[in-house]
């Protein structure tokens, strides 16, 4: 809330100065300053992940969604139905070791923009992935990948009969490792 209290009081500011100056006949682009300082800003707070004068927070957890964090996520010994995990400009480590099934099938979402993603499979649950990528990569456990299109995986022994998880695995300027 501190970030954009800031932002749009810094927006009104060099608004009503630019109107000032105007009246004056100077011309300075402050407004293309303030936005050359304020991409500085977010660009260096995402190589650093740390923010510099104690506004607008780096690390953002949102249930199982992560922006600007490097964070795991445990779903070892749980019960599935739906998940979905998100992570934007961070990186994330999964673990699926463990899990069970809730009914014939539990569907799972992964979403990573400009970021990574490692996710571990219980080797003992039929998998059924389909991964699509835009400008990175996603690698499948039997190292197909897709780094431009999409890729699709069946583990050994895998029967729409049997409870399975349904992953849907999506990349955009990113890599997402399943293993």
């Not at 809330?1 to 000032?20: E, H, S, Y």
């Not at 004056?24 to 977010?42: A, D, H, Q, S, T």
């Not at 922006?67 to 019960?79: A, P, R, T």
Request: glycine letters at 8%; one cysteine or more; charged letters at 15%.
């Amino acid at each position: 809330m501190r970030f954009f209290t800031l932002f749009f009081g810094l927006l009104f500011l060099i608004i009503g100065i630019n109107i000032i100056l105007s009246i004056f006949k100077i011309n300075i682009p402050l407004m293309r300053i303030f936005f050359g300082c304020f991409l500085i800003y977010v660009g260096l707070m995402v190589i650093t992940r740390k923010p510099f004068f104690g506004f607008m927070h780096c690390c953002n957890n949102w249930g199982n969604s992560d922006v600007f964090c490097d964070n795991s996520y445990d779903l070892k010994n749980k019960q599935i139905e739906y998940e979905k995990i998100n992570v934007v400009f961070g990186n994330k480590n999964v673990d699926l070791t463990g899990i069970t099934i809730k009914g014939s099938k539990a569907y799972m979402k992964l979403d990573c923009v400009f970021g990574g993603m490692k996710v571990i499979l219980d080797k003992n649950i039929p998998v059924r992935i389909v991964g699509n990528s835009v400008f990175g990569q996603v690698i499948m456990p039997d190292n197909n990948n897709a780094s431009f299109g999409s890729a699709k995986y069946l583990s050994p022994g895998f029967s729409e009969a049997k409870p399975y998880l349904d992953v849907e695995a999506s990349v955009v300027f990113g890599e997402l490792i399943i293993r």
